[in-house]
């Protein structure tokens, strides 16, 4: 499976951004989807989980309130809709999936830079 994500851009504390990310190479709906991020000298935390079928999701406590996440199983994409970001939420932010009895996050994009202004 590869993943491309997109829709990182600088922007101002309190806007909103939507990330995308496109996969391809393998049945999108057998997969669970997450969003990760790693900030400079940070470790890779998580974001957001997706289920396979959309019905199950959940957030790290940072971002619960004003993240959503979401996917198109007919587009293959998985979505960020990111509100009110702050200066804490800048970071490289990744896709990745996993088969839902994986334990771990086999694929992975490349990243796409998200910059918060204060």
């Known amino acids: 499976v590869q993943l491309v994500e997109s829709g990182g851009q600088l922007v101002q504390a309190g806007d909103s951004l939507r990330l995308s990310c496109a996969a391809s190479?393998?049945?999108?709906?057998?997969?669970?989807m997450a969003w990760f991020r790693q900030a400079p000298g940070k470790e890779r935390e998580i974001v957001a989980v997706?289920?396979?079928?959309?019905?199950?999701?959940s957030y790290a406590d940072s971002v619960k309130g004003r993240f959503t996440i979401s996917r198109e199983n007919a587009k293959s994409t998985v979505y960020l809709q990111m509100n009110s970001l702050k200066p804490e939420d800048t970071a490289v932010y990744y896709c990745?999936?996993?088969?839902?009895?994986?334990?771990?996050?086999?694929?992975w994009g490349q990243g796409t830079q998200v910059t918060v202004s204060s």
């Open positions: 190479g393998g049945t999108f709906s057998n997969y669970d």
């Open positions: 997706i289920s396979w079928s959309g019905g199950s999701t």
């Open positions: 990745a999936a996993k088969t839902a009895l994986s334990s771990k996050w086999d694929y």
